[in-house]
C-alpha cells in the first residue's frame, strides 16, 4: 500500500515551526532522538547568496532535537511532499527521511515523520563552525527569504512559545550583540537591524568562500524522483 493512503507526520525544527506552507490536521510539540538541531548548512537561497552566504538550520547527527510534528491527510500527502521538496530541496543538501518522532504532551505515542537531515557531503554542508564564524555568515546573509537574522530571531521566538530552550542558538545570539535578540523579539526593530547588519556586512569580504558550485547537480535526483511520482 502506498504511503499516500495514510496520513503524514512532518517534523519542523526551523522555518516549518513559524511558517509551514502546508495544510495540517494538528500540531504537536514533538521530539527526535539522534539528530540534533544547528547552523550547519551554508545557505546561498533563502538566506544567503553563492557570493555571500549565510547559515541555516539541519538536523545533524547526534544528540535529540524538539520541534514541531505536524499530521497532514492522506488527500494532502502528494501534495505536501511535492511543496516541501521544492522549498526544501532546491540543490539538494538535506535528505528526505521517515524518523520515529515522540509526541510529547499527553499519553507517550511515537509516530514516523518525513524529517529533513543535513547531506554532509554536499558542498554546503559547514559542519560546526565556530559561533564567532556562524554569527558572522548570519550578519550578512541576505536571501530571497530575507535576512539571515530574521530566521534566527524567528527561530528563537517560535522555540520560546513552545517551550523549549536551545542553549547553543541563545549563546550564538549573545555572540551577534544583545540588540540581535531579545526574548520576544522580532518585527519591524528586528528587521532593521538585520538590513543594517547586511549593509555593513557587504562593504567587508565574505566569510568563506563556497566549494565548486557545479557539484550540487549531483544531489538533485531526489527533488527529480518527487517531480516524477507526482506526475504519474
Known amino acids: 500500500m502506498s504511503r499516500a493512503a495514510h496520513d503524514l507526520w512532518v517534523f519542523g525544527y526551523g522555518s516549518l515551526m513559524w511558517r509551514p506552507g502546508f495544510a495540517y490536521e494538528e500540531a504537536q510539540h514533538a521530539r527526535v532522538t539522534g539528530y540534533r538541531r544547528c547552523f550547519c548548512i551554508y545557505s546561498v537561497h533563502h538566506r544567503g547568496t553563492p557570493e555571500r552566504p549565510g547559515m541555516v538550520l539541519g538536523l545533524d547527527r547526534g544528540g535529540a532535537c524538539e520541534g514541531i510534528a505536524y499530521r497532514v491527510a492522506a488527500a494532502n500527502v502528494a ?3 511535492r511543496y516541501l521538496s521544492a522549498r ?3 540543490n539538494g543538501v538535506y535528505r528526505d527521511v521517515h524518523v520515529p518522532v515522540e509526541l510529547i504532551k499527553g499519553p507517550h505515542r511515537e509516530v514516523q515523520a518525513l524529517a ?3 547531506e554532509r557531503a554536499h558542498p554546503n554542508y559547514a559542519g560546526r563552525l565556530a559561533l564567532a564564524l556562524q554569527a558572522r555568515l548570519i550578519r550578512g546573509g541576505q536571501g530571497v527569504s530575507g535576512a539571515n537574522l530574521d530566521y534566527l530571531v524567528n527561530t528563537l521566538r517560535h522555540l520560546a512559545e513552545v517551550g523549549i530552550r536551545e542553549r547553543e542558538l541563545e549563546r550564538l545570539a549573545t555572540v551577534m550583540g544583545g540588540h540581535a535578540w531579545r526574548r520576544g523579539g522580532g518585527g519591524p526593530r ?3 537591524c ?3 547588519m547586511v549593509r555593513a556586512a557587504s562593504t567587508r569580504p565574505p566569510a568563506v568562500q563556497l566549494r ?9 535526483y531526489r527533488l527529480r524522483l518527487t517531480r516524477q511520482a507526482g506526475q504519474r
Do not use: G, K, Y
Not at 212 to 220: G, P
Open 79 to 81: 501534495e505536501t511532499t
Open 88 to 90: 526544501e530541496q532546491i
Open 116 to 118: 529533513f537531515v543535513a
Open 190 to 192: 528586528t528587521s532593521a
Open 194 to 196: 538585520a538590513a543594517a
Open 212 to 220: 565548486d558550485r557545479n557539484q550540487h547537480s549531483r544531489f538533485l
